[in-house]
Each structure stands twice: as C-alpha cells, then as structure tokens.
C-alpha cells in the first residue's frame, strides 16, 4: 500500500516562529502536494512538486515556500507564521502517470497562538 | 469558470437507510472524476474515480458512483449506509491531461448516520 506520512499530527506554534511541515511517501512517486483545508472552503492547493527540486506555486502560496531535495520528501514551510495560517494541512503524492489518484497523508492540525 | 458543486452541505440518514450525495461539475471537457472520503481527523482515502468505460463505477466500502455526461454529474450512492461511513465526502475532477495539478475540489457533504 501506498504511504504517505506527515510527521506531526498536532502542532502548536507561536506567531512570528518559522515551521516546517514534513511529509514522507514511500511509493516513489514524482508528483507531491500540500494542501490547507479550512471548514466552508475545501481544500486549496498551495504547492505542487513534478520532481525534485521542482515545484510550482499552488492557489494560494503566499505566505508559504516548499523543499524537495530528495523525491520522497516534501516539506512544507511558513516562514513567518501567523494566526491566519491556523488550519489543516494535507499532504499528498501521486505518480506522474494520467489516470491515477492523489494518496493523501493523515493531515497535520496546525494552531498558531 | 471551472467548478464543483456538492449542493448539500450536511446529511443526516438513519443507518440501513440508502444514500446518494450529489457532485455536479462545470467544466470544459469530459474530466476525470473522484469520490474521496475524509474520516474525523484523518486524512483523505480514495472511494472511487472514473477515467472511461462503464459510467456506472464501484468503488471500496460499497460505494458506487454514475458518470451522466448530459447531467454533468457523478452521484455517490450506497444502498445501506453503516454508522463507520460517517465521514466528510469530496467530489473532485481533473483534466484528462493531467497529473492532479489541477484538480478542482467540492467543498464536501458531511455525512452524519443515525443509529
């Protein structure tokens, strides 16, 4: 079965502190994503990765900046977190292929106090 | 403009009951579809997806889903929910061409199950 692993479920961070968020798959799959999910607005892609190294802005990047240095491993980064980056967030792997799905990580719960 | 729509918001059915939760889409060819399913909590697992071939797809947890292009719809359906379905359910599509870059998401139906 395909894996996807968040490292952390919860997390409570302070305002100002820089975070990173850390996702592992272990199917060797080329494309990587991460998204927020916020009650009354879906997820929102905020990052995709095609390779390593490579990425591509999402929906709603600000405030946001990924690291792909290996191909299983995505991270995730709020430079300067705020209270409005409180959420969920999702992270996801795919293979490049046409006709297949996102597996998706169990989701990291973030609060910024 | 591209989008999903999953018209309900909330459902509550009695377990035993069957279901149907809608999913419309505005797009501008015949897209790929899913049905994904989000625990409390957890992150978010494939039900079922459909590419081509038979409209009518089954997916795990007996679930099943029909493509009706005329409609531009992929209702989920399943004939006798259990109190374990209780869960929030996304609707997505995506290009053709594509590598799930571009999926647009429903906002979800949550599912409450009566016992």
């Known amino acids: 079965d395909v894996k996807v692993t968040q490292s952390s479920r919860y997390l409570v961070k302070r305002t100002g502190e820089k975070v990173f968020l850390e996702c592992v798959q272990d199917?060797?799959?080329?494309?990587m994503f991460w998204y927020r999910q916020d009650p009354g607005l879906g997820l929102r892609l905020i990052y995709f990765?095609?390779?390593?190294?490579?990425?591509e802005k999402g929906d709603i990047p600000e405030g946001y900046s990924v690291s792909r240095e290996k191909k299983e491993r995505f991270s995730l980064i709020l430079e300067s977190a705020s209270t409005n980056q409180t959420s969920m967030y999702l992270c996801a792997s795919s293979p490049p292929e046409e006709n297949t799905e996102a597996f998706f990580g169990q989701g990291t719960r973030l609060t910024v106090v | 403009a591209q989008s999903v729509t999953q018209p309900d918001i909330h459902i509550t059915v009695s377990e035993g009951a069957s279901l149907e939760l809608r999913c419309n889409y505005s797009?501008?060819?015949?897209?790929?579809l899913f049905w994904y399913v989000q625990s409390p909590g957890q992150g978010l697992q494939l039900l079922l997806k459909y590419f081509s071939g038979d409209t009518l797809v089954q997916g795990i947890k007996g679930f099943e889903a029909e493509f009706k292009r005329s409609q531009s719809s992929f209702n989920l359906r399943k004939p006798s929910v259990h109190w374990s379905d209780a869960a929030e359910y996304f609707c997505a599509v995506g290009p053709r061409a594509g590598n799930n870059r571009k999926l647009i998401w429903g906002l979800g139906t949550s599912l409450a199950v009566n016992p």
């Open positions: 797009y501008g060819a015949t897209p790929y």
């Open positions: 990765s095609y390779d390593v190294k490579m990425k």
């Open positions: 199917m060797d799959h080329e494309n």
